[in-house]
């Protein structure tokens, strides 16, 4: 005699496949961040270390890096506590949505 059982599907949470704790889509945005900070951060570091020294360097190698950085790891692992949305979802759903945009119009007929 088999029985049905329905499981729940969690659509939300995903699989944490590298090293255990970071899934494939958390590892994409701190990969391209890295990039990001890798592209931008060593010229202009190694022009202020050639022009004022290597303490003022590394203070604006630091204030460049920390806007790309804090933009990927939110991206990555903030969560919306009320939906329970990574923030990247909820942002392309946003962003991803159509407006009600055209011409609305209250009874007058405007072909005449």
Known sequence: MSRVVE????????QK???GFISTRQAIY????LAVIY???PPIFMLIKALAGFIPALIV??????PFAAVALF??????QKTGMFR???LFIKFR???QVGFWRSGYDYDK
């Open 39 to 41: 592209a931008i951060v």
């Open 30 to 33: 701190l990969g391209v961040g």
């Open 61 to 66: 190698g630091a204030i460049l890096a920390a």
């Open 7 to 14: 499981l729940q599907v969690d659509m939300v949470s995903e």
């Open 88 to 90: 990247d979802k909820e």
């Open 97 to 99: 949505s159509t407006s």
């Open 17 to 19: 496949n590298l090293l």
């Open 75 to 80: 991206l990555a692992f903030a969560k919306n």
